[in-house]
């Protein structure tokens, strides 16, 4: 490896040069061979993708693992449409409600500030699995259980927390002076907030809810035990359910439904992967 | 990190900036939920694990105080999975971070658009749902016509199919390994960060003074990315200690218990069996070790904000 500030074009092909794109090289493989044998599985016949010496290319391309998803009896829009309700419900209630909550654990030195905040970070970090037990009875008492709502509830648990800590640290970078008009002509907070602060912090907001989104996507064990109808099941969920009964074997099918399963959250993903990185770095975010 | 330490020290010289009701009331829409969602659920964790609930069990629960915590520690279920929760966890963090790690490094003196496109590309993995993730190495680890079996055979590496799955020693490594798949790129992607933060002049002088290429890594690069190493180690630890999906989707837990977490023996056992009691009681002592995690991650984000 050379140094990193020496121009590149120096000594391009030094021994640690060429060493170094072997590297890159092997890295790029270990990343994307998994991906692309998914959807090349993805296009090949349930006979094909079970063969005992894969074909690495398709033999006879289809796309009938795509259509058969809609033609089934499993009702896999649904799934998808419940996934992506729930889920964007979950991002859009989490940052409205975290969005004040940041600005003033950011704004205010009041007494409990430092203890409110540390105590939020503390439920981010709090085992899911700890309170899946009473919020199921939680659940089945306020009757939410087998519903979208009792979804975003459980979703919530690690959201809400997550974005109040994420969001704060886009309020920090937002100098202070910028509200000082709106303060001295006697605005008060809220409306310094709606007005001044969010948006300037639009793409952090953005960025933490599609955060939230996309974790509240991989979560596997709130709709597992919270969903008791099939037709109200999340494509997570249902990709494990129905591979006791449809896919045993249908490894093509499967690997479809699995493409369009992550398809979503690969948009949102590189949608705001610029911002990430900041929301990231800042170190109070919990997530991923 | 670089662009809110000037705005936090503004705040805090201003001291007007103190009580005002409509910050206090702000926070509150926050709490209200966060302890319907988790704090009575705490509570009640709390409460059930002295008792012998059973939802299947229509008789009333009984107080049995702490019958449910020494059964647990004559539970070798409990044991195992400890210790798998342990080598899981922190087995592919540390794998994952190295790789990251050398990663970051790597790529380090690329620059423009050719970077970026590597990173975007290096950084799939992370954007692959945890569900999709099982099931895709679950098939590649297939022991009749999965891709790794097939090119271990062809190449000669194996002269029989390895059971990378179904067999009880083979199976934990093998589903740590899709863990690191879709975990270093987290690390690469805020290493990389952390990198190209460090001031030029540090690296400049260090050039001056002949540093070579593992002198440079070793003496300059590594001590500024000891603090956002540790804060996302021990962030993926907690996130680890949690995970569920890809355990359950490859394995559910199996085969036996040589796979089974604490995460999915707990949901053995509450969804399985029923017995919110006891699974509370695993529960609360989890829930304790992680709050000495959880202590250690704070501590170290506020030594970094300082």
Redesign the interface.
Known sequence: ??????P?SARRFSPGRIA?WV??GF??F???A??Y??LS?SFKTELE??????TLWPEAPTVANYVGLAGTSLPFVAFFVNTVVSCLVTAVVCVV??T??A?????????LAGT?G?S????R??????????????LLNARLLDSGTGLV??F??FG??FA?WMMK?FV??????IEEAARVDGY???QI?LKVVVPLILPGILTTATFVF?EA?????YP??FITTMDKQTL??A??LT?TGQFKTD?GG??AA?TI??LP??I???AV?RS???G????????? | ?A??A???T???A?PR????P???W??L???V??AV??????V??IL?SVEDYNLLDFSPANFIGADNYTKLFSDPIFWQSLRNTAVYTFGSVGISALLGLA?A???????GARFRA?R?????????????VA???R??Y?Q????IN?LLL?SGLASAPVPWLNSASLALPAVMVANI?AMA??FF??LS??LS?IP?EV??SA?VDRAG?WG?IWHIKLPFLR??LL?SSL?MV??N??D??KI??MTQGGPGYSTST??VY??RL??ENFE?GY??AI??I??MM??V??WF??RA?RM??R
Do not use: C, K
Not at chain 1, 172 to 177: F, G, K, L, R, S
Not at chain 1, 217 to 221: A, I, M, Q, T
């Open positions: 490896m050379s140094s990193p500030v020496q590149p170094q590297a890159i890295a790029l270990w990343s994307l998994p991906i044998w998914m599985t993708a079970t063969r005992l010496v894969p409600i975290a004040p909550a600005y003033a654990l950011s704004r205010a030195r009041f007494r409110v540390y939020i970070l503390a439920f970090m709090l085992p899911m699995v700890v309170v899946l037990a009473p919020l199921y009875l939680l509830v459980g919530t648990t809400l927390p109040v640290s920090d970078a937002v100098p202070i002076e008060p907070r809220w907030l996309m996507w991989n979560n596997l064990v597992l035990t997570p969920a990709l494990v591979f490894w499967m690997m699995a399963t992550t959250l690969m949102a993903f590189f992967q990430m990185v900041r990231l770095t800042s170190g109070a975010v919990a997530g991923a | 990190m662009a809110q000037p705005a936090a503004q705040a805090r201003r900036a103190g009580r005002e409509w910050l206090d702000m926070v829409p926050t709490l939920v966060m969602v988790v704090g009575y659920p705490i009640y964790t059930l990663l490094l790597l790529m380090e003196n690329l620059g590597i975007a590309l290096l950084l799939t993995p992370w954007a692959v749902p945890f569900v999709v099931f895709l190495f098939y590649m297939l009749n016509g999965g891709v097939a062809s798949w790129p987290f992607l805020l960060a952390a933060a030029n690296i400049e050039r290429t440079m603090n956002p804060i962030l907690i996130s200690f949690n569920f999906a359950w989707a604490l995460v707990v949901y509450a969804f919110f699974a509370s529960g609360v989890w829930l992680l709050m995690f959880a991650y704070m984000l970094e904000r």
